[in-house]
């Protein structure tokens, strides 16, 4: 079967994938295609300069329906420069492999965002062809951030079995809850990311945390970003937020777009404060935190609860240039 042939057949069985899961025919070409890109990066020479992060770990973690995502977010490590990320992409969008995806390299192009106050990165654009169909691809990456315990090695999942897994690192759930926790703590009022209050509901229904792990990921993050810990609740997290006339309308407009399961604001932040809180006042008084999580709650202080199901890494945080910052110390 020739390249063209090829392209055909995928787009066929992306089309009745499509249609048997009822979703958008564009956002499934355009999931597998950031798929396919992910492969491309695990093969290439600059598979060690980026950590996969953001909504796609959702698809790795947990097979429960998900808010559906267009980009692909990472953490980049090494040169910042705009230029040198358009030449490691289009050095990876020119890499050949026969699963109906032809990344234009010529499309590639990077320039500089500011998501938050105090979080810079580089967002690259680039196109990507499956048969004749177009898929528009965005790769958001961060530098800088602390990643708490360490990155993982994972194998992505596929949605067609005859191509390779991409194989690569990423965040531990850790960072993922630490990063979150920071951006509503910091945003305040001004805080439309409600997505991340649904991450943070569906993390917290689902994983299992040690309380001091998650302690210490929270202090690193909010330190690298340049946010105080105080004992207070953020504003994001009370009553008066979640009862907030545009919170509601932004949140309700949030679930319709992503056809998700109907859900209170209030019943989700309810939800997370309770996870989140004791996490906040361990980390602003610089204290340990001995308690377990088990999904969907509560902490319990139950000896070992968490560690005889899952095998915690060695404590260590990554710096943006891959080397280790502080002394490794043993999961608690």
Not at 26 to 32: D, G
Not at 78 to 102: N, Q, S, W, Y
């Amino acid at each position: 079967m020739n390249d063209r042939n090829v392209a055909a057949s995928v787009r066929a069985r992306l089309l009745n994938r499509a249609r048997e899961t009822q979703q958008d025919f564009s956002l499934v070409l355009t999931r597998y295609a950031i798929e396919r890109l992910l492969y491309r990066i695990s093969i290439s020479n600059h598979a060690d300069q980026f950590l996969l992060k953001g909504a796609l770990l959702f698809d790795l973690w947990f097979d429960i329906p998900h808010r559906p995502t267009r980009d692909a977010d990472f953490l980049g490590f090494g040169a910042t420069e705009l230029p040198h990320l358009e030449g490691i992409f289009k050095e990876i969008c020119g890499i050949e492999v026969r699963d109906g995806v032809a990344f234009q390299p010529d499309t590639v192009r990077a320039a500089e965002i500011r998501k938050e106050a105090n979080y810079a990165g580089v967002r690259v654009m680039l196109l990507g062809m499956i048969d004749s169909a177009r898929c528009q691809i965005q790769i958001d990456i961060g530098f800088g951030d602390a990643v708490t315990p360490g990155p993982e090695d994972v194998e992505y999942p596929v949605m067609l079995p005859e191509f390779a897994a991409p194989k690569l690192r990423a965040y531990p759930r850790y960072t993922v809850v630490a990063e979150k926790f920071e951006a509503l703590s910091s945003l305040g009022i001004a805080n439309s990311r409600m997505k991340d209050y649904f991450d943070l509901w569906i993390l917290a229904r689902h994983t299992d945390f040690d309380g001091d792990i998650l302690r210490q990921a929270a202090q690193r993050t909010f330190d690298r970003r340049k946010t105080a810990l105080t004992q207070q609740a953020p504003f994001g997290l009370t009553d008066a937020f979640a009862q907030d006339a545009q919170k509601q309308t932004q949140w309700l407009a949030f679930l319709k777009k992503n056809r998700l399961q109907e859900l209170t604001l209030e019943e989700v932040i309810i939800a997370v404060r309770a996870f989140l809180l004791p996490v906040l006042h361990s980390a602003s008084a610089d204290a340990a935190l001995p308690l377990y999580w088990s999904a969907g709650g509560p902490w319990s202080p139950a000896k070992d609860a968490l560690r005889t199901r899952v095998p915690l890494p060695t404590l260590v945080t990554i710096d943006p240039h891959g080397s280790k910052l502080g002394q490794p110390g043993s999961s608690r």
